[in-house]
């Protein structure tokens, strides 16, 4: 296979089936070696097999080249254990797109403390995990895309997903930092935020809403924010059913209370998202807007 990532090596976690398969294909298709990464097992015709070489094997006949993996991303072992597949194999690690991910969906009220406790490790602890690895030899490489997979309902919420969103809202915070860090080493790093049917995800669309999100809908995002050319970094990407579009942490232009004035006076433009505007409020003229005036 040829194309624009002919030479890179990728990694993908959760590649077993649904949203992960379909990134490690494109990637394979677009020119990349991939490792498919997955702890799921299937059942075959000659009995069960891991998703994970299932994927591997398809993507190497139709000519691509993959090496599976089946570490789990939970444990700092298994991150390392998954990126060394990849210099083992290929020599080098361009591409990671962490995308692993389990759901223990229960309202707040229900949950327990060993099902936050299993999300966190997957999704935080696992994407942490896997760029600890990879950092310093994208570093020493002076070269990496990380694509760190977050969710709308860690954006916006969704009711009976806690866990699942703070985890993923936690992802964002992570790739903002790590932006900031990889920019002077060539490492661009981005979250995507998917919307499509998955296995994890069929059970919340409607049927005529499940037809129209598919996987490979998704897949050009990754291919983009994987590519050389890419100049973005700390985007956050939503993309579902051949629509794309970026999502901001946008601050409004609030209120100062001086004088007399009170909180209360003011709350309504405290609290109003009229004049919005993204950006960080850490950086120096902000604060200096905020503050000073």
């Not at 299932?54 to 090496?67: F, Q, S, T």
């Not at 900031?180 to 080493?185: A, C, F, L, Q, S």
């Not at 409607?206 to 490979?216: G, K």
């Amino acid at each position: 296979m040829t194309g624009h990532l002919a030479g890179r090596v990728a990694v993908v976690t959760g590649a077993g089936q649904g949203l992960g398969r379909s990134y490690a294909i494109g990637l394979a298709r677009a020119g990349a070696r991939v490792v498919v990464n997955d702890i799921g097992r299937a059942e075959t015709d000659t009995g069960p097999a891991s998703t994970a070489h299932l994927v591997a094997k398809e993507i190497c006949n139709e000519g691509g080249e993959a090496v599976a993996n089946t570490d789990s991303v939970a444990a700092a072992a298994g991150g390392q254990a998954i990126v060394d597949a990849a210099t083992e194999a290929f020599g080098r690690i361009d591409i990671l797109v962490s995308n692993a991910g389990i759901e223990r969906n229960q309202s707040y009220a229900k949950s327990t403390a060993s099902q936050w406790d299993e999300v966190i490790d997957v999704h935080l602890h696992g994407t942490h995990h896997l760029c600890r690895a990879a950092w310093p030899k994208m570093i020493e490489q002076r070269h990496g895309r990380l694509i760190l997979v977050t969710s709308p309902s860690g954006l916006w919420g969704n009711f009976s997903q806690a866990s699942y969103a703070a985890a993923k809202m936690g992802i964002i915070g992570l790739a903002n930092v790590l932006a900031i860090e990889g920019r002077r080493y060539g490492i661009l790093v981005n979250s995507l935020a998917p919307i499509a049917t998955t296995p994890m995800s069929e059970h919340l669309l409607s049927p005529e809403l499940a037809a129209n999100l598919s996987p490979d809908k998704v897949t050009p995002a990754v291919l983009k924010l994987a590519s050389d050319d890419l100049e973005t970094s700390g985007a956050i990407i939503v993309a579902g059913g051949d629509w794309f579009a970026s999502a901001h942490i946008a601050v409004s232009p609030g209120a100062r209370i001086t004088g007399g004035d009170s909180l209360e006076a003011v709350w309504d433009k405290v609290v109003s998202s009229d004049g919005m505007r993204p950006g960080a409020p850490l950086d120096p003229d902000t604060l200096h807007r905020m503050f000073v005036g």
